[in-house]
């Protein structure tokens, strides 16, 4: 009975003054939207994809995300245009997240081989709480344990709120090549449940950069493909006072790929906090138009048994060899 008692407290004061995190996906170098808009279109042709999240399976604090997305290229206009939404559950407060995004990108030719793609995206988000499974000190009765129904706490928070979001991205790429910044959250919305309250939402900066290169043309590897590439990935995010710095490297055999990307958490927030957090275990295959992928994060963050984090994704492309002159090639896995 304490138990609950002093959980039920905690997520009351909890929730009013949380700072809310983005939820993060392994997968970003396969759905790159969700972080810069600037990606919208990238390829020059029409793509859509699922991407499942599912992390610490084995807690009761499990959390579910969802990313779907549709873009396509509009060649009169030189750009991108998209949609996407972005599911996320937690199982224990029973929150829920669902947001919805449009994005446009437009294309600049900068040299012969450097393009420019600055990026929008406008969208409209609800969040909801069910307060209905809170319990307050009074309601708890110890000495006949039970648990009163009605409480005298005046507590009236909403279950839903909903907000209007806005993001910007700037990126710069080659054929090889690629690096961007985006800043989620411009306008900061209001997200506070309680009524009357105040709780903007913290902007998300991050910078995200790669480099894909073949290894025939470095190293004399007779025993693969002479196709065979290595593709480097590095990504930074901050939002609020917590930042985090993932990097790695996919080995791109044929059709398949593999490798792995290091988690960490640079600023160390607490003095228990671990620099490196996950080790993150990639795979996927493309079979025709299809793209598919898994990853799982192996947690050495000494949480305890948590089940890891793992997600599963399929794209669907619908001309893989592109349209345009020049696409880079980190997207043709």
């Known amino acids: 009975m304490r138990s609950i008692l002093i959980i039920s407290v905690c997520i009351l004061g909890f929730v009013p003054t949380m700072d809310a995190q983005d939820p993060i996906f392994t997968q970003y170098y396969l759905f790159p939207e969700t972080l810069n808009p600037g990606f919208t279109g990238f390829q020059e042709t029409t793509k859509a994809g699922v991407l499942h999240r599912t992390q610490w399976p084995d807690l009761n604090f499990r959390v579910d995300s969802d990313y779907a997305n549709f873009n396509t290229w509009v060649p009169s206009m030189n750009s991108g ?28 030719k900068l040299t012969d081989e450097w393009d420019f793609r600055p990026g929008i995206e406008v969208g409209y988000g609800f969040k909801s709480f069910n307060f209905n499974n809170l319990i307050l000190e009074d309601q708890i009765d110890l000495t006949n344990e039970t648990i009163n129904p009605i409480s005298i706490d005046n507590l009236n928070p909403n279950d839903q709120v909903s907000y209007l979001d806005v993001s910007a991205s700037l990126l710069f790429n080659n054929e090889d090549f690629w690096i961007g910044a985006s800043l989620k959250h411009l306008n900061k919305p209001n997200i506070s449940l309680a009524p009357g309250g105040n709780l903007p939402l913290n902007s998300l900066a991050a910078i995200t950069a790669g480099y894909e290169f073949k290894l025939a043309d ?18 930074y995010m901050q939002q609020g006072d917590y930042n985090r710095f993932d990097f790695g490297s996919l080995f791109i055999v044929d059709l398949f790929y593999f490798g792995t990307i290091m988690a960490t958490n640079p600023n160390r927030n607490t003095s228990n906090s671990h620099l490196i957090t996950s080790v993150n275990l990639l795979g996927g295959l493309q079979y025709e138009n299809f793209k598919f992928g898994i990853s799982y994060d192996v947690n050495v963050s000494g949480l305890g048994r948590t089940g890891g984090i793992y997600e599963l994704s399929v794209i669907f492309t619908v001309d893989q060899n592109a349209r345009c002159f020049g696409c880079p090639l980190y997207q043709r896995i």
């Not at 996407?84 to 990108?105: C, D, I, K």
């Open 218 to 235: 470095y190293l004399d590897l007779t025993f693969l493909p002479y196709s065979t590439k290595l593709m480097i990935t590095a990504n």
């Open 81 to 108: 245009v998209g949609v996407n939404v972005l599911s996320q559950r937690e199982r224990f407060t029973n929150f829920s997240l669902t947001q919805l995004n449009l994005a446009y990108a437009y294309k600049v």
